[in-house]
């Protein structure tokens, strides 16, 4: 009896490739309702199917991230304003050449906190030298959003001990584009701030936070609080820079208050070195 269905063959219509053949002769697509409804870009994006796009967005990184076996992340935040400290010193030259007071003060502030670029690439690869010559199951990955400044330094110091480094980018008005040491096949971009704050904390098993700002600040108290609610399991949260931290913050105002309790400091830990947050997170999983 002749085979009726190759188990292979794909079942479902080419709908990508009629998209593609629709695209290269140079047509726009307009809605069409004779085509497939899962490849309709103006069907799918209508305010009605949002609820789709949720579930899209959820399960594409999901499944990329399980095919390649990242299970386990380190999640770094901080500025992404903060420059690698060569850059900063050339914009500090360029800056008093010009002669521009406002441009030399704000060159100025970016090296003096270039310190941390060299600082969170540096604990990127003891993570990634750690995890290298571990089983897939005890690896730990470096996860951050994607962009420049201290999100670039963490993804480059795994990038640069051969590691596999994830990045969650973010459709932005300005857009953000990923910065270069993102491995290629776990690199994403979203739309929905939502979607992706719950994929920093799906395969999250530590976070550790630079010195940042309203973004930084945004993730931080994110994780905080699911911690603090039980919502997430306790992982180590770690605060770099104990002198930016406690000038950010005076956590005792909110003790004295009884908005928080004391134990609830011990939700984080600050620390100054790569190796001192590295052996925070050792610590917390007994490593």
Same mark, same amino acid.
């Given at each position: 009896?002749?085979?009726?269905?190759?188990?292979?063959?794909?079942?479902?219509?080419?709908?990508?490739?009629?998209?593609?053949?629709h695209s290269n002769q140079g047509y726009p697509?307009?809605?069409?309702? @004779?085509?497939?409804?899962?490849?309709?870009?103006?069907?799918?994006?209508?305010r009605e199917t949002r609820g789709i796009r949720?579930?899209?967005?959820?399960?594409?990184?999901?499944?990329?991230?399980?095919?390649?076996?990242?299970?386990?992340? $380190?999640?770094?935040?901080?500025?992404?304003?903060?420059?690698?400290?060569?850059?900063?010193?050339?914009?500090?030259?360029?800056?008093?050449?010009?002669?521009?007071?406002?441009?030399?003060?704000?060159?100025?502030?970016?090296?003096? @906190?270039?310190?941390?670029?060299?600082?969170?690439?540096?604990?990127?690869?003891?993570?990634?030298?750690?995890? @290298?010559?571990?089983?897939?199951?005890?690896?730990?990955?470096?996860?951050?959003?994607?962009?420049?400044?201290?999100?670039?330094?963490? @993804?480059?110091?795994?990038?640069?001990?051969?590691?596999?480094?994830?990045?969650?980018? $973010?459709?932005?008005?300005?857009?953000?584009?990923?910065?270069?040491?993102?491995?290629?096949?776990?690199?994403?971009?979203?739309?929905?701030?939502?979607?992706?704050?719950?994929?920093?904390?799906?395969?999250?098993?530590?976070?550790?936070?630079?010195?940042?700002?309203?973004?930084?600040?945004?993730?931080?108290?994110?994780? $905080?609080?699911?911690?603090?609610?039980?919502?997430?399991?306790?992982?180590?949260?770690?605060?770099?820079?104990?002198?930016?931290?406690?000038?950010?913050?005076?956590?005792?105002?909110?003790?004295?208050?009884?908005?928080?309790?004391?134990?609830?400091?011990?939700?984080?830990?600050?620390?100054?070195?790569?190796?001192?947050?590295?052996?925070?997170?050792?610590?917390?999983?007994?490593?």
């Open positions: 009896m002749d085979q009726t269905q190759d188990l292979s063959v794909n079942r479902l219509a080419d709908a990508w490739a009629e998209l593609q053949a697509l307009h809605a069409d309702a @004779n085509r497939l409804a899962f490849a309709d870009p103006e069907f799918l994006l209508r949720f579930q899209l967005e959820l399960l594409k990184p999901d499944l990329e991230q399980q095919e390649q076996g990242i299970e386990n992340t $380190i999640v770094v935040f901080g500025s992404a304003r903060f420059p690698p400290p060569e850059q900063a010193s050339a914009s500090v030259k360029l800056a008093e050449e010009s002669g521009d007071e406002e441009a030399l003060l704000l060159a100025r502030r970016h090296a003096r @906190n270039a310190h941390y670029y060299d600082q969170a690439r540096l604990f990127a690869r003891l993570v990634a030298t750690y995890s @290298n010559h571990r089983p897939p199951s005890e690896q730990l990955f470096i996860c951050t959003g994607g962009g420049p400044g201290i999100m670039e330094a963490a @993804n480059r110091g795994a990038q640069e001990m051969g590691a596999l480094t994830v990045g969650l980018n $973010i459709v932005l008005p300005h857009e953000q584009s990923s910065n270069p040491y993102i491995s290629p096949s776990v690199n994403f971009k979203f739309h929905y701030f939502a979607l992706r704050k719950m994929h920093f904390m799906m395969r999250a098993k530590a976070l550790v936070a630079f010195p940042g700002g309203f973004g930084t600040l945004d993730e931080l108290f994110e994780v $905080i609080t699911l911690v603090q609610t039980g919502k997430a399991k306790p992982v180590p949260i770690v605060l770099f820079g104990t002198e930016y931290w406690k000038r950010l913050f005076n956590f005792d105002v909110l003790i004295e208050e009884g908005a928080i309790s004391p134990d609830d400091l011990k939700l984080f830990q600050y620390v100054d070195t790569p190796q001192a947050g590295w052996d925070a997170i050792k610590d917390f999983y007994h490593l």
